[in-house]
């Protein structure tokens, strides 16, 4: 039959169409979710349209300020584990040097163990040095984090860059520092780009070593699960909705301007 021989070519199309609906499917409910007006203290049963928690989104008390915390905690530790991961990446690919090896596997273990080790662990490790938790112990867990994921991202760039080019550079007579900045640079551009998007988005959404290691501070997820035992106000699904187009535009313009660079290098 036609439809069956049409469904065979484009299988793995509709495979990957379906996977991604039900990826985006979450989103949508909680976008659809952000405009109800609900009877009572949970927003889980559809009851009218309203516009009143956008034009309020800061409504409820303590929100918008542990939304700003996390913000912080995720910015920082974002340019922390980027500078950090950068270098160890590049030292991993560029350099030979004794218990490089042993180092390589090591990085992958906070990708591989179960966040609440790690979680555990540097809590033992703050308590054990008399650390008060809060704002800073947060951010050092969250750098620690977040730093396999940007050298594991900046290491594959790294390796996949011609060596050649920054040969050709000191060729011509440029020094270490301008061919760093003018060739090695900009060729990771993308491989640090994705570490640092991806370590501010583990950062922001991360809630297991947050709750172990914030002491009485809240971060947006902590006030996100507390809310949920007696009440989830629209105002979580509007911040909800907002990031999440936040981060579409953020990949779409990504993606323009790689493509705006690709036509550039042919023409």
């Known amino acids: ?115 609440v080790v790690m979680a555990a662990s540097l809590l033992t490790l703050f308590l054990n040095m008399g650390a008060q938790l809060g704002f800073w112990t947060i951010l050092i867990a969250h750098i620690m984090f977040c730093l396999s994921f940007v050298v594991t991202a900046v290491k594959a760039r790294v390796m996949s860059m011609d060596p050649r080019l920054e040969e050709a550079a000191r060729d011509l007579y440029a020094g270490p520092v301008q061919t760093f900045v003018r060739v090695t640079l900009p060729i990771a551009a993308p491989g640090i780009a994705a570490g640092a998007l991806l370590a501010f988005a583990l950062s922001f959404d991360d809630f297991i070593i947050t709750n172990f290691n914030a002491g009485s501070t809240v971060t947006f997820p902590m006030f996100v699960w507390g809310s949920a035992q007696r009440g989830t106000p629209v105002q979580i699904n509007v911040i909800g909705t907002a990031m999440f187009i936040i981060a579409v535009l953020v990949v779409l313009a990504g993606q323009l301007v790689a493509n705006r660079r690709k036509n550039n290098a042919r023409t």
């Open 1 to 115: 039959m036609p439809v069956l021989r049409w469904i065979r070519r484009n299988l793995v199309v509709l495979a990957g169409l379906l996977t991604l609906a039900y990826m985006i499917l979450p989103n949508a409910v909680v976008m659809v979710f952000s405009f109800n007006k609900p009877k009572g203290r949970f927003n889980y049963a559809w009851r009218d349209f309203s516009l009143d928690a956008w034009k309020d989104p800061c409504g409820v008390a303590d929100m918008c300020g542990s939304l700003s915390l996390s913000l912080q905690i995720a910015f920082w530790a974002t340019l922390g584990a980027t500078a950090l991961g950068t270098m160890i990446a590049f030292a991993l690919v560029r350099y030979r040097f004794r218990a490089r090896g042993t180092i390589n596997s090591l990085i992958f273990l906070p990708m591989a163990m179960p966040e």
